[in-house]
């Protein structure tokens, strides 16, 4: 039953900032682990950063010191605070439940001059 939504993406030059959100139905950010995905094409889908159930907090190396992951489980909103973006950083980002879903459409970041 559970409906997610990303946004906040855009156009970002290198060195940027850019802070996406996501919300979600159903207490998703209170019952589940969740986590920010990143897709580019030609590469593999990767897990940037995530709250375990448990409270603990995972970031890919690539994007570790950059990227701020939080959540706020009474209003039903995660973000993914991102510094010092680079262009490697371009990808739609994801939001959602690791393992169970439910997942979002994405919202695209491009990092370029």
């Known amino acids: 039953q559970a409906q997610v939504q990303e946004s906040g993406g855009g156009l970002v030059q290198p060195g940027g900032s850019l802070r996406l959100s996501c919300t979600a139905s159903?207490?998703?950010?209170?019952?589940?682990?969740v986590s920010w995905d990143r897709q580019t094409p030609g590469k593999q889908r990767e897990r940037v950063a995530m709250?375990?159930?448990?409270?603990?907090?995972f970031y890919a190396n690539s994007v570790k010191g950059r990227f701020t992951i939080s959540k706020d489980n009474a209003r039903n909103i995660m973000y993914l605070d991102m510094h010092d973006l680079r262009p490697d950083d371009t990808a739609v980002y994801y939001c959602?439940?690791?393992?169970?879903?439910?997942w979002g459409q994405g919202t695209q970041v491009t990092v370029s001059y």
């Open positions: 959602g439940a690791p393992g169970t879903g439910p």
């Open positions: 159903g207490n998703l950010f209170r019952d589940y682990s």
């Open positions: 709250i375990e159930r448990s409270g603990s907090i």
